[in-house]
Structure formats: C-alpha cells, structure tokens
C-alpha cells in the first residue's frame, strides 16, 4: 500500500509541474525551452521525492553510510534546487535563449555531480570510521581478556 501511496504522490506531483508550465507557459516560452524547463524542475521534485520515499537508514549497513552523509547530500540537493529553479525564472523573465539557458542547467548537472561524489566520498569515510572503531573495540576486548 505505501509503494501504490509513492507512486501515486509521484504521479500527482509530476502532472501538477507538467500542467503548471504547459497552463502559464505554454503561450509564452518557446517550445524547447519550455520543455528544459519541465525536465529540470522534474528533476528537482524527483531529487527530493526519492529522499523522502527511499529510507535513509539501512539496518544491514552497520556504518550506517547514508545518516553519515545526509547534511551533505540535502545540502548538495537544495543548493542544486535553488540554483536550477533560479535560472528557470531569470532566463523567463530575462527571455534568455534556449542555448544559454542548456548550458547553464549542464553546468548545474555537473554541479550536482560533483557533489553527489563528495556525499559518496564521505560515505565511505563513515564506513573506514567505523571499521577502525570495531577494530580498536576488539583489540580493547583482546586486551582486557589477558589481563
């Protein structure tokens, strides 16, 4: 029930972006543009929708990998977020060209990917932490038995 539930939020939620631009937009942007704008701010839900619907701890990672990371990636989200859908504005306001407005969101891509590599890097420092943690523990344990 809760993944029909996901589902179906996910759905309702990309209809209300594709109906908001093709209702207030549609007359106005031309068409690729409107269709760049409609893929990033698609991209920009999904990015916060699979967040939320995804569980943020895995009980079989025992580093917990993903709590160690959370700041950074909702960091590297929301400033991604802002900057994608500040572009959408300015270049509708400023009738910037479709060209400009494509490569200024590639860049924003390539924003967010280098961020999601910092997440995956500190990742796996939490894991590297928490084997070393495990290790000492166990050397501690050794010890302790000797004596």
Request: glycine share 8%.
């Amino acid at each position: 029930m809760k993944n029909l539930l996901s589902v179906l939020a996910l759905l309702i939620g990309e209809s209300v972006i594709i109906g908001a631009f093709l209702l207030f937009g549609g007359l106005v942007l031309p068409t690729r543009v409107l269709v760049l704008d409609i893929i990033v701010s698609s991209v920009v839900y999904l990015l916060f929708v699979v967040d939320l619907l995804i569980p943020w701890i895995s009980l079989s990672d025992p580093a917990h990998r993903q709590v160690g990371s959370l700041g950074l990636r909702w960091t590297v989200n929301c400033l991604y977020a802002l900057l994608a859908l500040c572009t959408i504005g300015v270049g509708i306001y400023c009738e910037w060209g479709f060209t400009l407005q494509l490569l200024i969101q590639v860049a924003l891509l390539g924003v967010l990917a280098f961020g999601y590599l910092g997440v995956l890097s500190v990742q796996d420092k939490v894991a590297d932490i928490q084997q070393r943690d495990a290790a000492q523990r166990q050397a501690f344990e050794e010890r302790k038995r000797h004596f």
